[in-house]
């Protein structure tokens, strides 16, 4: 079941740490996402905090002050690990419990940590002083390919006439990602070299993609696992599932093209994908809860399995979703970032709870820190496309950009940043944080 909205979204909860209370902030004490981070060159663990405003709270460093007593000194215990998997598991009510413990230490009227300036000082942390890592240690890594109108989009670049694959509607179509290659926000993502055919050429050729893509997904870290031929049913799915991230699954499109008949993507995804640090929980997100896809007339209804009242009233998720590029010229120019496309996780036509479902639905077991992304955001409209591919018509109408360049796909010393959102009346706006990653140049053969 979804989780329900309790005190900790009152929109009229303040902090002591001001910067919380900026309206612009993506982190109020109404969000409280977690994320895996050490002082930068302190040389100390890893270890688990909640972001608020523009500071972290050490929730390892809570469990070791005694902060986090009674019921909750064993999910304490797990804050001050190097890896987030453990806290991941914990799931339901706990981690409800925890929840309402951070909203109460970081509440304004609450003068435990904000009146004991030793306190203050060694468990907030600028996140400007912080490093971030991946959360944990992410055992598999699977994209699905939610969203119809990216289907469809991308459909008819190699089949005009029939879009959509006769098993789109019926079936969560994914495949497996790599997990060893998915990075941190910031860290730089090398172009890949691959085996490309051009379209009129005799034989392949192998060197550095020339047609570099983004695409932008949301993704979710399983909570807790099942075992090995026991599927999760639909109706406990959202007790599965974590937190959400940004996902970047950066692609390769000429080595794609040619490589994935007969079996689906390989060496054009696997080479990186990145993922924001913080990781916003299905807790925090309780107030932007929508129904699943309306699906027009005349599509199918979905299997039973993948099926229930609680899905297709609360399953889905109004999350923002924006993409910015940043080219080297436009750094040298002193230009902001331009944004590129902004999307709703409302187009998915497949709920989160569904993608989990259908996954483990032969048996497959999901662990504590899986991820599980959503495949490319895309709407309906020309704007909410979320890959360059669908933007620049496969590179046919290219993008032009406030410095004065063009683009048709992603070039050396490019950034791209991706933010998320939620906003609803008589609710605190919240946020994801940034996805980033720069392109450097390919390895020299
Ligand atoms: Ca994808």
């Known amino acids: 079941m979804p989780t329900k909205i309790n005190e900790t979204h009152d929109p009229d909860l303040k902090s002591w740490v001001e910067s919380a209370n900026d309206p612009e902030t993506d982190f109020p004490i109404q969000n409280l996402p977690f994320a895996l981070f050490a ?59 925890l929840r309402r413990r951070i909203s109460q230490m970081l509440n304004a009227d609450c003068d435990e940590i904000r009146d004991d300036s030793h306190l203050r000082d060694s468990l907030l942390v600028p ?26 989009n991308i459909g008819k670049m190699f089949r005009p006439d029939n879009p959509l694959m006769p098993n789109y509607k019926w079936v969560p179509i994914g495949y497996h990602g790599r997990a060893s290659s998915i990075v941190i926000s910031g860290t730089p993502v090398r172009r890949p070299n691959g085996q490309t055919m051009d379209d009129h050429a005799s034989s392949p050729v192998f060197g550095p993609s020339r047609i570099l893509d983004y695409e932008m997904e949301v993704g979710f870290f ?13 109706d406990t799915a959202e007790d599965h599932i974590f937190g959400l991230c940004l996902v970047n699954d950066w692609s390769a499109r000429d080595i794609q093209r040619w490589e994935y008949q007969p079996l689906g993507p390989f060496l054009a995804k696997n080479f990186a994908t990145t993922i924001s640090p913080w990781i ?63 999307g709703n996780t409302s187009h998915l036509y497949w709920t989160l709870a569904q993608m989990l479902t259908h996954h483990s639905s032969n ?7 899986d991820l599980i992304a959503s495949g490319t955001v895309s709407g309906p ?3 909410s496309q979320g890959s360059l591919i669908e933007l620049t018509s496969r590179g046919s109408e290219p993008l032009h950009l406030p410095s004065g360049e063009h683009r048709k796909f992603i070039q050396d010393g490019d950034e791209v940043i991706m933010r998320g959102y939620c906003e609803r009346e008589g ?19």
């Open 39 to 97: 002082r930068k060159g302190s040389g100390e663990m890893p270890r688990a905090g909640v972001a608020i405003g523009e500071l972290i709270l050490d929730l390892g460093g809570c469990h070791e002050s005694g902060l986090l007593g009674g019921s909750l000194w064993h999910v304490g215990a797990r804050c001050s690990l190097d890896q987030l998997n453990s806290l991941m598991e914990v799931g339901g009510e706990t981690m409800l419990s």
């Open 127 to 152: 996140m400007s002083e912080a490093e971030f890592f991946e959360p944990g240690d992410i055992g598999d890594y699977t994209d699905f390919y939610a969203s119809v109108y990216h289907a469809t």
């Open 222 to 234: 399983v909570s807790k696992g099942n075992e090995l031929g026991t599927p999760v049913k639909i």
């Open 280 to 342: 916003v929980t299905t807790q925090s997100l309780a107030p932007y809860r929508i129904p699943a896809f309306p699906r027009p007339a005349g599509d199918p209804a979905p299997l039973e399995y993948l099926d229930c009242v609680a899905n297709r009233e609360r399953g889905g998720f109004d999350i923002n979703l924006e993409v910015y590029i940043l080219t080297h010229q436009m750094r040298e120019q002193g230009l902001a970032p331009y944004r590129l496309s902004a």
């Open 363 to 369: 048996g497959c077991d999901l662990r504590p820190c």
């Open 381 to 383: 409209t020309k704007e």
């Open 427 to 445: 609710f605190r706006k919240v946020g994801f944080g940034e996805c980033r990653g720069i392109i450097t140049p390919a390895i020299d053969y």
